[in-house]
């Protein structure tokens, strides 16, 4: 298994074309039934499935292609099984979880719908694995991206 870096480091610059991008991307949470967060789109199934955890916010995240660079499979498998390791240790709901781009030729990102940590936490994960983005999703609002690595 390779060694897997998740300590923050210089962050390459974040284009207004990748922030389209994510917001573009269908993130299916692997519940029953399945959800599809959409940012800037509120939901009955996400509403339904954060009430029925009890909770007023969850987040979607992944470890794959740290800076939206593409890196081999046996990273991001490694990667994503240290964020899985570290959800599991919190002891909290955490669902399995893909985001999908709806526009241009991205690979689909496995990762995680996580509920029940603060907007600080999720920031700190994202940061973390450096993530351009999460998507942070609350019974109030409708989906939206946050920065993690943004001052």
């Given at each position: 298994?390779?060694?897997?870096?998740?300590?923050?480091?210089?962050?390459?610059?974040?284009?207004?074309?990748?922030?389209?991008?994510?917001?573009?991307?269908?993130?299916?949470?692997?519940?029953?039934?399945?959800?599809?967060?959409?940012?800037?789109?509120?939901?009955?199934?996400?509403?339904?499935?954060?009430?029925?955890?009890?909770?007023?916010?969850?987040?979607?995240?992944?470890?794959?292609?740290?800076?939206?660079?593409?890196?081999?499979?046996?990273?991001?498998?490694?990667?994503?099984?240290?964020?899985?390791?570290?959800?599991?240790a919190l002891n909290i709901p955490?669902?399995?979880?893909?985001?999908?781009?709806?526009?241009?030729?991205?690979?689909?990102?496995?990762?995680?719908?996580?509920?029940?940590?603060?907007?600080?936490?999720?920031?700190?994960?994202?940061?973390?694995?450096?993530?351009?983005?999460?998507?942070?999703?609350?019974?109030?609002?409708?989906?939206?991206?946050?920065?993690?690595?943004?001052?």
């Amino acid at each position: 298994m390779p060694a897997v870096n998740t300590t923050p480091s210089s962050t390459p610059p974040l284009t207004p074309e990748l922030i389209a991008a994510y917001a573009a991307t269908h993130f299916w949470v692997d519940a029953s039934p399945p959800v599809c967060i959409k940012v800037g789109e509120q939901s009955a199934g996400l509403q339904a499935l954060l009430a029925r955890f009890g909770v007023d916010s969850s987040f979607f995240i992944t470890a794959h292609n740290p800076y939206s660079k593409e890196t081999n499979d046996a990273y991001n498998a490694a990667a994503n099984e240290a964020l899985h390791q570290q959800l599991s240790a919190l002891n909290i709901p955490a669902f399995a979880a893909n985001g999908k781009a709806s526009v241009g030729e991205w690979p689909d990102e496995p990762g995680f719908f996580v509920c029940g940590l603060s907007q600080a936490q999720a920031l700190a994960l994202g940061q973390q694995f450096r993530q351009y983005a999460i998507v942070w999703c609350s019974l109030d609002r409708a989906p939206e991206l946050l920065f993690p690595n943004r001052d």
